[in-house]
């Protein structure tokens, strides 16, 4: 029997489904290299309704409604307040740049809990530079005044590369006079049109120093500050509570949750704008097809032998397999591709050195 056989089969509890692949924006990060055009083979609304049955299926879980640009598509509003009428936790995920007064009161009004918009430079200039089309930033301030007049909750997401790292603390500051709930940095997976930004990644070091920055904040901030694609940032929190001596009772779910690190296939899934299920958008190797396979989620989530690869932790390559901190951390997966070409190697990111001696695996991979 393989270890990955024996693997318990997890709760899901997050999935990120890209309704469509069309955007309006040319974000220099786009892990689908999105484009303001029509994508073939895009779920139909009944398809869509096919797949949120399948979900519920599963529990109650958070789904994530992204593109592309979700607000393009004419019946983002139905395929919304479907799965919240059936317990679904219903989120969106949009550049903001479309939002106005009328669609956030349509957004709440359909059961969205919460709507993510992404800044990555604190002035216009800079971000509309990253996010490729002049005139984003004050759209998407536009965007945010008119949630906030809906009442519709909103966070805020960073891609954090080397050329706004330095904006990092001003765009966390302009996230809280704007209002936001949450601030949820990301740090870079080289993917998509990101492939072409692999000297933009921060160094190991930058990276956790960036992380305990990130910690200060969620210490200090009445906001929830998170990092996404940032496994290691799970070790830094427990080294950090450990010095305080702290017990802190995090939350386990929900939209502010402190978990652990790459959840993807572990807790989290995405789905393509065509069907594919993958552990998460930034790596398309694919766990299985919702066409092929009747629109039954939970059919691939047990048995794709992707998925229980990537949960089999202990049978990771490099320091990864064997790290002490691998049930909390994980390394990212995506990231360990998109570098190295093995999406069960080392976090290429990660500075920590594991401590020897003790583990069988360590001398393993030593001989």
């Given at each position: 029997?393989?270890?990955?056989?024996?693997?318990?089969?997890?709760?899901?509890?997050?999935?990120?489904?890209?309704?469509?692949?069309?955007?309006?924006?040319?974000?220099?990060?786009?892990?689908?290299?999105?484009?303001?055009?029509?994508?073939?083979?895009?779920?139909?609304?009944?398809?869509?309704?096919?797949?949120?049955?399948?979900?519920?299926?599963?529990?109650?879980?958070?789904?994530?409604?992204?593109?592309?640009?979700?607000?393009?598509?004419?019946?983002?509003?139905?395929?919304?307040?479907?799965?919240?009428?059936?317990?679904?936790?219903?989120?969106?995920?949009?550049c903001g740049t479309l939002l106005d007064n009328q669609k956030c009161t349509s957004l709440k009004d359909a059961g969205i809990a919460r709507i993510s918009l992404s800044i990555d430079g604190a002035t216009a200039e800079?971000?509309?530079?990253?996010?490729?089309?002049?005139?984003?930033?004050?759209?998407?301030?536009?965007?945010?005044?008119?949630?906030?007049?809906?009442?519709?909750?909103?966070?805020?997401?960073?891609?954090?590369?080397?050329?706004?790292?330095?904006?990092?603390?001003?765009?966390?500051?302009?996230?809280?006079?704007?209002?936001?709930?949450?601030?949820?940095?990301?740090?870079?997976?080289?993917?998509?049109?990101?492939?072409?930004?692999?000297?933009?990644?921060?160094?190991?070091?930058?990276?956790?120093?960036?992380?305990?920055?990130?910690?200060?904040?969620?210490?200090?901030?009445?906001?929830?500050?998170?990092?996404?694609?940032?496994?290691?940032?799970?070790?830094?929190?427990?080294?950090?509570?450990?010095?305080?001596?702290?017990?802190?009772?995090?939350?386990?779910?929900?939209?502010?949750?402190?978990?652990?690190?790459?959840?993807?296939?572990?807790?989290?899934?995405?789905?393509?704008?065509?069907?594919?299920?993958?552990?998460?958008?930034?790596?398309?190797?694919?766990?299985?097809?919702?066409?092929?396979?009747?629109?039954?989620?939970?059919?691939?989530?047990?048995?794709?032998?992707?998925?229980?690869?990537?949960?089999?932790?202990?049978?990771?390559?490099?320091?990864?397999?064997?790290?002490?901190?691998?049930?909390?951390?994980?390394?990212?997966?995506?990231?360990?591709?998109?570098?190295?070409?093995?999406?069960?190697?080392?976090?290429?990111?990660?500075?920590?050195?594991?401590?020897?001696?003790?583990?069988?695996?360590?001398?393993?991979?030593?001989?």
């Amino acid at each position: 029997m393989s270890v990955e056989s024996t693997i318990n089969t997890p709760q899901l509890r997050l999935v990120a489904w890209e309704l469509t692949r069309s955007c309006v924006l040319s974000c220099r990060h786009c892990r689908a290299s999105a484009m303001q055009k029509s994508y073939a083979d895009e779920f139909s609304t009944s398809e869509c309704f096919s797949v949120i049955d399948s979900l519920v299926k599963m529990g109650s879980c958070i789904v994530i409604l992204t593109g592309g640009e979700p607000l393009l598509r004419d019946d983002i509003y139905k395929i919304a307040s479907y799965g919240n009428s059936l317990g679904l936790r219903m989120v969106l995920a949009t550049c903001g740049t479309l939002l106005d007064n009328q669609k956030c009161t349509s957004l709440k009004d359909a059961g969205i809990a919460r709507i993510s918009l992404s800044i990555d430079g604190a002035t216009a200039e800079t971000h509309d530079a990253f996010r490729g089309v002049e005139g984003a930033f004050s759209g998407l301030l536009r965007g945010i005044d008119a949630a906030r007049a809906a009442g519709l909750e909103f966070q805020i997401n960073t891609t954090v590369t080397k050329t706004n790292l330095h904006e990092l603390p001003d765009i966390y500051s302009l996230a809280l006079r704007l209002g936001a709930a949450s601030f949820h940095p990301f740090l870079l997976v080289p993917v998509g049109r990101g492939g072409e930004l692999m000297d933009e990644m921060i160094s190991p070091e930058e990276y956790e120093k960036t992380l305990n920055w990130i910690y200060d904040c969620q210490l200090a901030s009445e906001i929830s500050v998170k990092p996404t694609c940032a496994p290691h940032y799970y070790r830094i929190f427990r080294e950090r509570e450990k010095e305080l001596g702290r017990i802190v009772k995090r939350e386990t779910h929900g939209l502010n949750a402190i978990t652990k690190g790459c959840l993807g296939g572990q807790g989290f899934a995405f789905i393509s704008h065509t069907g594919a299920v993958q552990i998460c958008g930034f790596l398309e190797e694919k766990a299985g097809d919702l066409r092929t396979s009747e629109y039954e989620f939970g059919t691939i989530w047990k048995s794709s032998p992707l998925f229980r690869q990537v949960r089999a932790v202990d049978e990771y390559n490099g320091k990864c397999g064997y790290c002490e901190y691998r049930n909390v951390c994980g390394g990212c997966r995506a990231r360990a591709f998109a570098v190295n070409g093995d999406y069960l190697g080392e976090e290429p990111q990660c500075r920590y050195q594991p401590k020897s001696g003790n583990s069988l695996r360590n001398i393993k991979d030593q001989q």
